[in-house]
């Protein structure tokens, strides 16, 4: 019993206890990679399909309306990519990296605004995307300054 209670001891100091909890981590990311890897397919897939669709049964003059749901379905493959190169370098350098992070969201807030349409949103909507990619941007010259200097 005695042995029990050192190995509980022993098991909660602080550094088993991080170890741990990167191994968690660890784990943690290469399952959300696997899964991350199955959405990019399906969403690769779901864009074929629209693609298809919209090539082949759509008539000519009504193509143009659809044309900003197909980068739509682009830009988020490539989120989707990106959300993906962030878990994996959190995998290779177990550090968020911040720069990835902001560059994602300033592709979001893109496909946002490359879909938005004007005759459905009101101009609070317009301004608080313009001013999350003042934001953004601010944030990412920022971060490209302070890696420069490094």
């Given at each position: 019993?005695?042995?029990?209670?050192?190995?509980?001891?022993?098991a909660?100091?602080?550094?088993?206890?991080m170890?741990l909890?990167e191994?968690?981590e660890?784990?943690?990311?290469?399952?959300?990679?696997?899964l991350?890897?199955?959405?990019?397919?399906?969403?690769?897939?779901?864009?074929g399909?629209?693609?298809?669709?919209?090539l082949?049964?759509?008539?000519?003059?009504?193509?143009?309306?659809?044309?900003?749901?197909?980068?739509?379905?682009?830009?988020?493959?490539?989120?989707?990519?990106?959300?993906?190169?962030?878990?994996?370098?959190?995998?290779k350098?177990?550090?968020l990296q911040?720069?990835?992070?902001?560059?994602t969201?300033?592709?979001?807030v893109?496909?946002?605004?490359?879909?938005?349409?004007?005759?459905k949103?009101?101009?609070?909507?317009?301004?608080?995307?313009?001013?999350?990619?003042?934001?953004?941007?601010?944030?990412y010259?920022?971060?490209?300054?302070?890696?420069?200097k490094h």
């Open positions: 019993m005695r042995k029990l209670f050192q190995r509980i001891r022993e909660s100091k602080d550094e088993k206890f170890h909890v191994n968690i660890v784990i943690v990311s290469k399952i959300l990679s696997l991350m890897l199955v959405v990019i397919f399906v969403a690769i897939l779901d864009l399909i629209f693609l298809y669709k919209e082949f049964s759509t008539p000519y003059a009504k193509f143009n309306t659809t044309l900003f749901k197909i980068f739509g379905l682009f830009l988020n493959v490539l989120i989707a990519l990106e959300i993906l190169e962030n878990i994996t370098g959190y995998l350098k177990h550090v911040v720069e990835l992070v902001i560059v969201s300033l592709i979001a893109a496909r946002k605004i490359i879909i938005l349409d004007l005759d949103v009101s101009g609070i909507d317009i301004i608080g995307l313009g001013i999350a990619l003042l934001a953004l941007s601010i944030s010259w920022i971060i490209r300054t302070t890696n420069a």
